[in-house]
């Protein structure tokens, strides 16, 4: 926000800016049952790809925005609809493999753990390297 506050929004409080993580939530939450339509109609591969090219794409471009408010349309609302259609993909693939395999049905509850987790370690893991990397830059 300080460098918002400086460059293009000089009254930018804190609440408004602080409000750009529920926005990341309410779009991601909102935009989970898309993901699987589309997938649906364009393919699980092509899905998967487009959508993980678009998520980074998004944080890339919302970086070099002028000011907050097109920074969180970018970040708080973009980031949020792909990150949200992307999520629920991996779990579907995993209901699908498994409802297939009709001895192995009991495993969705387990594979669903283990995606679930994989999402929540992946961001533990990442956020403690990011914090490391920028510390080094300074």
């Not at 649906?40 to 919302?62: A, C, D, H, Q």
Request: proline content about 4%.
């Amino acid at each position: 926000t300080s460098y918002y506050r400086l460059s293009s929004n000089p009254g930018l409080s804190l609440d408004v800016a602080g409000g750009m993580f529920p926005l990341i939530g309410l779009f991601l939450n909102a935009s989970l049952f898309f993901g699987i339509k589309a997938a649906e109609r364009l393919g699980l591969k092509f899905s998967m790809i487009y959508l993980n090219v678009l998520i980074p794409l998004t944080v890339f471009i919302s970086s070099y925005m002028p000011d907050f408010w097109s920074f969180a349309v970018f970040f708080g609302i973009l980031f949020g609809i792909f990150a949200g259609m992307c999520y629920m993909l991996p779990v579907h693939i995993g209901y699908m493999h498994y409802q297939t395999k009709s001895k192995l049905i009991m495993r969705r509850g387990l594979v669903t753990g283990a995606i679930v987790s994989g999402f929540g370690c992946g961001v533990l893991v990442s956020n403690n390297i990011v914090t490391q990397y920028i510390f080094l830059a300074e």
